[in-house]
């Protein structure tokens, strides 16, 4: 072998073997890096006992960047690798690993946080942001172009505004909007011409929103769907619920503060009736038997009277005073129902001592 060529192989082998070493030091500190980071991890579930994911496909970044800056505040929120996810929960022996791997597709971001889970769903779908429409986009709602001026020259815009049928007018030397237009409903696809247009004029329409794929709680995996609470309908379960214990407490006549007037009202609207009923007559009952027997014995004269006319029996109509006491009589026994009514509030708090 010449002299040259022997140079030249020990040149390249010298280069393969750098070229090697460091490709080993660069698997080396890839390693090192990812090994810091399922530590990372590791601490975070140690810190917390909730951890959300969102799905960010098709999620624009400025959008989930102020959408994020927003939950910080609940917790640490982070985008990482599904592997190194799920290799911090092997290394930690978590329950849930299977059942939360299937959520793991393509790219994430994991909010560790102590929040209930219900309430970061409740939270993380009220926190929209706006972004420009694209073509194609549909319309989540009716879009509107405001009536004033729009800052743009006359020219080929011109035409754009005559096919979405927007009116407009040219003054000071630019396109004013005449009237204010609605240009498409919500469910229409986003033409070219009105996404250009929307973007001219600064008009952002499209939601955006974190998707909660699944939440992590202590071991137990929720689904997204089950995390969807109706709060309507919880809050009438609630009040139908009070409502039927506070009747279920009258009834048994339970001896609480919050019912214990109308039991007593209750009791004595019943005794009386009773006393009516039976006749008895002491100084105290005199007033209600009597009463008693002379509405009986008014309402069977009167029903008699027609049919036994031979008989004479006739049923004196009340005097104006009376009618007037009747009335008084009717408003003071609807202002004691009113009485009895009781708020939710009331009901909330009768319910709250009777099951401590």
Excluded: C, H
């Excluded at 660069?26 to 951890?51: C, D, G, H, S």
């Excluded at 910080?72 to 290799?87: A, D, H, M, P, T």
């Excluded at 993380?124 to 743009?152: C, H, M, N, S």
């Excluded at 089950?226 to 048994?252: P, W």
């Amino acid at each position: 072998m010449k002299g040259s060529t022997r140079s030249k192989l020990i040149k390249l082998l010298k280069e393969l073997e750098r070229r090697k070493r460091e490709s080993k030091a660069k698997v080396r500190q890839a390693l090192i890096k990812k090994q810091k980071i399922v530590e990372e991890i590791k601490e975070l579930f140690k810190k917390y006992k909730v951890v959300a994911i969102f799905d960010l496909e098709r999620v624009p970044t400025p959008e989930y960047k102020r959408i994020k800056r927003k939950l910080e505040e609940y917790g640490f929120i982070r985008v990482y690798k599904n592997s190194l996810f799920l290799r911090a929960m092997k290394e930690l022996n978590l329950n849930g690993v299977d059942d939360l791997s299937k959520y793991l597709i393509g790219t994430n971001a994991f909010m560790f946080t102590n929040m209930n889970p219900f309430e970061l769903s409740l939270l993380v779908d009220k926190l929209v942001e706006l972004r420009y429409a694209k073509q194609g986009d549909v319309a989540t709602d009716d879009i509107y172009i405001p009536q004033g001026p729009t800052g743009i020259p006359p020219g080929p815009m011109l035409s754009v505004f005559g096919k979405l049928r927007i009116p407009t007018q040219v003054r000071e030397g630019i396109i004013w909007v005449a009237k204010e237009t609605r240009v498409a409903k919500a469910g229409d696809k986003i033409s070219p011409e009105l996404a250009s247009l929307l973007r001219k004029l600064d008009i952002k329409v499209i939601e955006v929103k974190l998707k909660i794929k699944a939440v992590w709680d202590n071991g137990l995996v929720i689904p997204a769907e089950k995390l969807k609470v109706d709060i309507e309908s919880y809050k009438n379960d609630v009040v139908n619920a009070l409502t039927i214990a506070k009747y279920l407490a009258m009834e048994t006549a339970l001896p609480i503060p919050e019912v214990l007037p109308d039991v007593i009202s209750k009791a004595v609207r019943v005794a009386q009736a009773i006393v009516g009923e039976s006749g008895f007559i002491t100084k105290e009952t005199a007033d209600l038997v009597l009463r008693s027997a002379l509405s009986k014995a008014l309402t069977l004269a009167s029903v008699i009277a027609p049919k036994a006319p031979e008989l004479g029996l006739s049923v004196a109509q009340p005097t104006p005073t009376e009618v007037k006491e009747e009335k008084k009589e009717e408003k003071k026994e609807k202002e004691e129902e009113k009485k009895e009514e009781v708020s939710e509030e009331e009901i909330a708090e009768g319910i709250a001592s009777l099951f401590g």
